[in-house]
């Protein structure tokens, strides 16, 4: 198993960036695949954006030329640097990695983007 710490979400204006982190209990090159999700309020959780070990990126429309998903393996972290941000981008922000051990989320992270 994998224990994933998400930080630094918050409230934030629209137009405003905040940058997110998943810290993993392991070195993200055993790491697969670590993705970010959002849970809107009262909406379905929603895949984000995605990085693979080999460092290959991928986002929904919603958030691309805004949002970068990046991976520092000297302190096991994967980030994701949002800018841009809109009132529509609010929710619980989750990492969730796919490893040998299986898949593994955090606990979330809340970002909340006023108008």
């Known amino acids: 198993q994998v224990h994933l710490v998400e930080s630094g979400g918050g409230l934030v204006q629209a137009g405003g960036s905040l940058r997110l982190s998943c810290a993993a209990s392991t070195s993200i090159s055993n790491l697969f695949l670590v993705e970010w999700y959002r849970q809107p309020p009262g909406e379905q959780r929603e895949l984000v954006a995605g990085i693979t070990d080999d460092g290959r990126t991928n986002y929904v429309g919603s958030v691309k030329d805004r949002f970068t998903i990046s991976g520092d393996a000297f302190k096991n972290t994967v980030y994701l640097q949002m800018n841009s941000l809109k009132p529509e981008d609010t929710g619980t922000y989750y990492c969730?990695?796919?490893?040998?051990?299986?898949?593994?989320w955090g606990q979330g992270t809340q970002v909340t983007v006023g108008t």
């Open positions: 969730k990695s796919n490893s040998r051990w299986g898949y593994d």
